[in-house]
């Protein structure tokens, strides 16, 4: 054969390539609320070909430095005593490291945090106090993470006599009257649960995050300053792993968002990791982890959101009052922008 006769041959395999390219959902971010620069400075990391740990750092850093909704980073959620203090998580799921913080004080960027414990020692949670020294020693800057809007919030929580708060068979009657508290005796075990009032939104979300590249390469964040009025010490879902979010790049990646208290109890980041290893494709998944965490709790506030690592994602969320849909953020190959995806609750 004379002369270029694999061109024809190469052109196609080119055409070829090029759609596969072109249709690829990969790379692709998808995060928790509509937190659109969270998912953009994330997008900015992986689009230019960075890691997808880099891009779920910066973009759960943007929602700290934003304090997105008041319920990421700095001056937010204060707890019984006033004070913002943020758990965060980090997760390569190549190599199934995590690094993650919990009851972090005086340190705005906790997933930077995070992502230092991962990188920096051989350990995978550190907390408190010491959690905070540890930051310090690696360069982190120590500052009060009270405003004046947290600080008014604490004031008008105080005047309401610390109404609502998480403390329940103590005396005085925490429903009418701020501490200090002293134990009553354990009340029988019933199977009730007590009524949900209006849920709070903004006292419970976090910003959970998957990032996947186009090699498949899975990795989740989250960060949050927790619940408002939380007692000290209260560690919620988000830094926990398996709970907060999981990634595991032979399959996808997972992250949640909502009643912690509840939802920690079951992990449902994992559980939803572990669906759609069974096939599950993710809005399945998702499904299946808000469905088995209603069968022993029928009532309560969460969210959860899916992907898999060739780039399908979806999410689910449990009805609770005045929660019925969930609105989440999403940025994939051929949007100039993030896309708000919005689904109906179980
Ligand atoms: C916080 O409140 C104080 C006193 O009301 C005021 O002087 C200060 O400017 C406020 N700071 C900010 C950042 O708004
Ligand atoms: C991801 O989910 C989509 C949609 O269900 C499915 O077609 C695809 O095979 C899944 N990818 C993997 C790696 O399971």
Partial sequence: MEGGGGSPMLLVLAAQLYAVYSQSPLPLVVNTWPFHSATQAAWKVLSSGGSPLDAVEKGCAQCEVEQCDGTVGYGGSPDESGETTLDAMIMNGNTMK???????????????????VMEHTKHTFLVGESASLFAESMGFVCEDLTTNRSLS?????????????????????????????KPLKPLPESKTTSIQKKVDLRSHDTIGMIAVDRSGFVATGTSTNGASHKIPGRVGDSPMIGAGSYADSSVGGAAATGDGDTMMRFLPSYQAVENM??????????????????????????????????????????????????RYSVYKPGRSQPLEEMVDCL
């Fill in 98 to 116: 995590v690094g993650a913080v919990a009851n972090l004080r005086r340190i705005k960027n906790a997933i930077g945090v995070a992502r230092a």
């Fill in 153 to 181: 919030i604490y004031s008008k929580w105080l005047d309401q006599q610390c109404q609502p708060n998480f403390r329940t068979n103590v005396t005085p009657n925490p429903e009418k009257s701020c501490g200090p508290y």
């Fill in 277 to 326: 290893r069974m096939g599950a494709d993710p809005t399945t998944a998702c499904q299946k982890a808000i469905a088995r965490i209603q069968k022993h709790v029928p009532v309560f506030f969460g969210a959860i959101i899916c992907a898999n690592r060739t780039g399908s994602y979806g999410a689910a969320c449990s009805k609770a009052p005045g929660f019925t849909q969930f």
